[in-house]
């Protein structure tokens, strides 16, 4: 599999249930919300996020390059037991495309290590005007 790394430092924040998604929260490269009857969550740029939030942060998101077929299996097995192995611990989300996994920033370059170790490719994701971030 390749991953593509983004260079934005994320959060995860935690906000109530049937809580609106705050104005700071979508000026991000990667935004996401999860909704259920007991919390609402949010991923967003972590320096949007206010100090009196609660959140986990900081987070680096790994793109798993898709899009991936819906019959594929196996997928976030493959790619979460080589960081189960090197004791990174994971945020992961998906979206119709692909699957993405979080990990703490102070252990992406950790993570990327594991994942080539086992056979992954890891580049910097490549924004919409076609040039490598570095």
Request: with cysteine.
């Amino acid at each position: 599999m390749k991953l593509n790394r983004f260079p934005e430092t994320l959060a995860v924040v935690r906000l109530g249930p049937g809580a609106e998604v705050p104005r700071w929260a979508e000026s991000s490269s990667i935004f996401s919300v999860t909704a259920t009857a007991t919390e609402t969550s949010v991923v967003c740029a972590a320096r949007s996020v206010p100090t009196k939030a609660v959140a986990q942060r900081p987070f680096t998101a790994f793109e798993v390059e898709g899009p991936l077929d819906f019959a594929l299996t196996g997928i976030l097995s493959g790619l979460l037991a080589p960081l189960a192995e090197a004791s990174i611990s994971v945020f992961t989300l998906s979206t119709h495309d692909t699957d993405w996994i979080l990990v703490p920033s102070d252990a992406a370059d950790r993570a990327a290590e594991a994942w080539r170790a086992a056979g992954h490719e890891v580049a910097p994701a490549v924004p919409a005007t076609g040039k490598a971030n570095k």
